[in-house]
């Protein structure tokens, strides 16, 4: 049992040895800023190509539309140590559909015309590091995403109603896109704010699926390499 008098100065170091606990965790630098590139593989569930419509079709492959390479920025708020959420932005440039068009001549050809765009992705995870030693560490990541945005189709049909009689066509559209929200879970090292992670995005909701295969599993793998350019 402490005595009487030695108790202000156990509260005093008390005290202090929390009131520096706090400063340190007050300077310690929350919000980081990192730049990078990902590439994604062919998806282990692998799709067939899918047809949107049979008049005036839009085709795609989805293997062709969701690989390949990107680049990204990504935003980190460590909001207790060693627990961060994070948000990343990526762009790329790709393939996502194909287009059927008509050959201005007597004998109707048809070609499918490539279309290309920007395609963004929004991911949002958390991520949780377990310390190796000084700048190295071992990460988790868990999150979900809005996947493929910019990818925007129409697609029409003529519809002849016979009881119309002269004016029995009528015009149909139809627009969609190839937005889909997978899950995302990765495992990655980092090592002085160099960082590499492999991981995969996930889902059964999306529009990629055929009449015979509606809601196929897509499980798309990726590699991802970033670099950490400041911490405030």
Not at 17 to 39: A, C, M, P, W
Not at 107 to 134: A, C, V, W
Not at 156 to 180: A, C, H, K, M, Q
Request: no cysteine.
């Amino acid at each position: 049992m402490l005595k009487a008098k030695y108790l202000p100065l156990f509260f005093l170091l008390l005290h202090s040895v929390f009131g520096l606990s706090q400063e340190q965790e007050t300077k310690r630098k929350k919000f980081s800023l990192t730049i990078g590139t990902e590439y994604r593989i062919t998806p282990i569930q692998k799709l067939e190509p899918g047809i949107v419509t049979r008049i005036a079709p839009v085709t795609f492959n989805t293997d062709d539309m969701l690989i390949g390479p990107s680049i990204h920025y990504e935003l980190g708020w460590e909001f207790v140590k060693n627990w961060s959420f994070n948000f990343s932005h990526s762009l790329r440039y790709n393939f996502v559909y194909n287009e059927r068009a008509n050959v201005s001549n007597n004998f109707g050809i048809t070609y499918d015309k490539p279309i290309y765009r920007l395609i963004m992705d929004y991911n949002f995870y958390i991520e949780k590091h377990f310390m190796l030693s000084q700048g190295k560490s071992l990460y988790v990541r868990f999150g979900t995403s809005i996947a493929n945005t910019g990818t925007r189709y129409a697609t029409s049909r003529i519809l002849d109603i016979p009881e119309l009689g002269e004016f029995g066509s009528v015009l149909t559209r139809r627009d969609g896109n190839f937005t889909w929200y997978p899950t995302n879970a990765a495992l990655g090292y980092e090592s002085n704010g160099i960082s590499f992670t492999g991981g995969i995005y996930f889902s059964t909701q999306h529009e990629f699926g055929t009449t015979t295969r509606p809601n196929a599993s897509i499980i798309l793998p990726y590699f991802n390499l970033s670099y950490r350019l400041k911490k405030f």
